[in-house]
């Protein structure tokens, strides 16, 4: 988006995409049940449309709010996660999707009339990301509420190939040093080739020591392995934060709710503790394990990347493997491996000396905008590889790192002030987008912030070796 042309395309893409996410739903498919981590479609889509008005239209322009009776209603700060879910205080999708329409039309008509001066080009962007992020909240909430695929989706043949857990072989060697990390904070290309949030500023250099890290993902069949061996079962391999989230009655007591809504029984989740990721099971009729993609129930493929696991499930493995989660620097350095005196990458297969590949180009390096769904074997797309030869370090899902969600040194808060700042300390780092994400939105710099607990995101992991320093 480092262009008049190309910020009109992104601005069109993301709107058909939006659009269609509403509009391939039926009236009872978007009437979702109230859950606490997604939101109504109708409303992502009226809120994302509000950011517009909001940020550039109104604020730069001082033109009228299309609805100021509705303001409120699509505005996240003052409309109440429960709240969203009051029919009588939204309008119809038909209405809201002609009140979406209305903006995208002035911003568009704003975006090729007037000159793009570097600031309003940052804000065009920032508000297409916005919207981006949306799109693919929008996504996981299907899989949540066990909702069709979004019709962008291709049907993926999985390929059954053997994978092998906790492969040494398979690991890459990181050799150590001085790295650097993120984005800039202060830059003249600050709304194009530097564009970031402020949760990626300032860069800095940092000294990373040798370190090995998994090629690819860990596999359903990795992680078969330890629900097989009792994994979730054994205490000794899970930490305190983990014990808590296996015990934790609450949130299953939510889960529960929801799941008689649909017809399950709640007493199966109140009274047993998980004993495998959250949208596994054993099929009735056969005994083979099968996970659930969306609305359908499909064969687990030893194969595919897991997905939908929680931070204390990846650590509890990692601890039964013998191995550890990387953290976010070394993610990025084995992602990047961006060194002090060499032109900076943003993405794995980006080469030092020429720009990155525009996100039109990436259907071969990349799982992403909800295309394949992390229904590609973890050792696919070795085109998009990193420097060391990593696969699949941007999209597919995103990354568990150990590392705390903190600013970094010299943070300032960015036009957006709660993009970053309210996660900040609570949160777990992950890293790379995921099969949901947008390729408008992703950078090997972005950090995405998760709750440790949350499985229904597109999260899952690869892991490091234990001991740091030369491979023996």
Excluded at 63 to 81: L, Q, Y
Excluded at 401 to 416: R, V
Excluded at 448 to 468: E, K, N, W
Aim: aromatic share 12%.
């Amino acid at each position: 988006m480092d262009n008049q042309e190309k910020l009109i395309a992104a601005l069109d893409i993301t709107q058909r995409r939006i659009e269609a996410l509403v509009s391939d739903l039926s009236e009872a498919q978007r009437s979702v049940p109230y859950h606490p981590g997604i939101n109504p479609p109708v409303w992502e889509l009226g809120h994302s449309a509000f950011f517009y008005e909001s940020f550039l239209l109104m604020a730069l322009d001082g033109i009228a709010s299309f609805d100021p009776g509705m303001d409120d209603v699509w505005d996240s700060f003052e409309m109440d996660h429960e709240d969203r879910w009051s029919a009588s205080l939204f309008p119809s999708c038909a209405a809201t999707l002609e009140y979406a329409r209305y903006v995208h039309t002035q911003v568009m008509t704003r975006l090729r009339d007037r000159p793009l001066t570097p600031q309003d080009h940052y804000l065009y962007r920032y508000a297409i990301c916005h919207q981006n992020m949306h799109i693919e909240s929008m996504i996981w909430a299907r899989q949540t509420l066990a909702l069709p695929a979004p019709s962008s989706a291709s049907d993926v043949a999985a390929a059954r190939e053997a994978t092998s857990a906790n492969d040494q072989a398979n690991d890459v060697h990181i050799r150590g040093g001085r790295f650097l990390i993120g984005q800039p904070g202060h830059s003249s290309e600050f709304a194009r080739r530097d564009f970031s949030f402020d949760s990626e500023q300032p860069r800095f250099h940092t000294a990373i020591s040798d370190f090995s890290i998994s090629r690819t993902l860990v596999s359903c069949g990795d992680y078969l392995a330890f629900v097989e061996a009792g994994g979730y079962e054994r205490t000794e391999l899970w930490s305190r934060g983990g014990k808590s989230w296996l015990q934790n009655v609450h949130k299953r007591q939510l889960a529960a709710e929801w799941r008689t809504q649909q017809g399950y029984e709640a007493q199966q989740i109140i009274d047993v503790q998980p004993k495998h990721p959250q949208y596994w099971r054993k099929s009735a009729s056969t005994g083979a394990w099968e996970v659930r993609h969306f609305d359908k129930w499909l064969p687990l493929e030893p194969s595919m990347p897991v997905i939908h696991v929680s931070y204390w499930e990846a650590e509890a493995w990692c601890a039964w493997a013998g191995r550890r989660l990387p953290t976010e620097q070394e993610w990025e350095a084995a992602a990047l491996e961006n060194r002090p005196g060499q032109r900076f990458r943003l993405l794995p297969w980006e080469a030092g000396d020429s720009d990155p590949r525009s996100p039109d180009e990436w259907t071969n390096l990349v799982d992403m905008d909800a295309r394949s769904l992390g229904r590609l074997p973890v050792t696919a797309l070795a085109d998009g590889a990193s420097p060391s030869g990593c696969l699949q370090m941007i999209g597919t899902c995103w990354e568990w790192t150990s590392s705390q969600f903190l600013p970094y040194d010299g943070f300032k808060m960015d036009m957006y002030p709660y993009m970053s700042t309210l996660q900040f300390g609570s949160h777990k780092t992950t890293r790379g987008g995921s099969c949901a994400t947008s390729s408008l939105l992703i950078r090997g710099t972005y950090r995405q912030a998760y709750l440790p607990d949350r499985f229904d995101v597109f999260t899952g992991f690869r892991s490091c070796a234990l001991t740091r320093g030369q491979p023996s």
